[in-house]
């Protein structure tokens, strides 16, 4: 795939919007079943007996879609050299099959990597909003991209 994004065409403030996912009860039972087998995850009547009220996502599983996204939508047309890592994950509230979830990308810092000239580093904010608009998981975290004309 042809790059479109290299690290001096992520400018703070700069928002992109990465598609939306709709997870089924089968998915998230699926995903839970092989990385985080807790009841409500798994099970209707373990979700419904919850403090969640029915069965609901994984905030792991939350955060997968996220990348997903991210990936289809963003980090395969750009040129990604991997991440640092996240900070700052929080699911804010529950996703349930069938809801309908959006991804919001913003970069909020951006410098280049003093020990790699060819490497800038990007801090990017991601949050994900359900049909009603409310926020379900935010995300803080780093990426690493070539630059499109290295430092000298």
């Not at 928002?15 to 209707?44: C, M, N, W, Y």
């Not at 047309?77 to 919001?104: A, F, Q």
Request: proline share 7%; charged share 25%.
């Amino acid at each position: 795939m042809a790059i479109r994004w290299y690290w001096e065409d992520l400018e703070p403030g700069s928002v992109r919007e990465l598609g939306s996912v709709t997870p089924t009860a089968r998915e998230i039972r699926e995903f839970a079943s092989k990385f985080d087998p807790q009841p409500f995850h798994l099970d209707e009547e373990a979700g419904r007996r919850s403090v969640f009220g029915a069965l609901c996502a994984s905030g792991w599983h939350t955060c997968s879609m996220a990348m997903r996204l991210t990936v289809d939508n963003f980090l395969n047309e750009s040129s990604s050299m991997g991440s640092p890592g996240l900070e700052n994950i929080r699911w804010l509230k529950p996703v349930y099959p069938g809801d309908t979830l959006k991804l919001t990308h913003r970069v909020i810092e951006s410098r280049p990597l003093n020990s790699k000239p060819d490497i800038g580093l990007v801090r990017a904010i991601w949050e994900m909003h359900n049909q009603r608009g409310e926020q379900v998981l935010h995300m803080e975290g780093y990426g690493m991209f070539r630059r499109r004309t290295p430092a000298a």
